[in-house]
């Protein structure tokens, strides 16, 4: 039964770890399941949780680091950003009412859901917006002035 517990703990933590994206709480997961296998082949609870806290341990002191430096912004390291940090600064146009609660803007051609970065903010369809960062899947805009200044 023990296996069991430390495997669906292992789990709960992986699937927490998909929401956050921190690359922290996996490093628990590890050390969970890690503590499965020493149920399973019999260890006491002690060092089951001895096991676990060791694995963790270790996994955040020495995978960590080595992730952290990977995941180092490509505008820190002089590189063309991609992804979400290419996103972030960009110029978007609102498809659908863009408030605190709700929107859609497309950015470069795609679709993204959207919402007002400062909440009292409201923007027509039509309306230009810059994206100051990005939240999951949700853009968070703002008025961009400077945009607003160039279109004819």
Known sequence: MEPVLWIVLGVVLAIAELFTATLFLIMFAAGAFAAAIAAAL????????????AVSALSVLAVRPIIQRHRQSALSTGDEPFGVEAIEGASALVL?????????V??????????????????APGERVRVIEVKGVTAMVWRDDVIDRELP
């Open 42 to 53: 019999g260890a006491p609870v002690l060092v089951q949780a001895l096991v676990f806290a």
């Open 106 to 123: 497309k950015i470069d051609g795609e679709s993204w859901s959207a919402r007002s970065y400062d909440g009292t903010q409201v923007f």
């Open 96 to 104: 659908e009412q863009v408030d605190a609660d709700s929107g859609r």
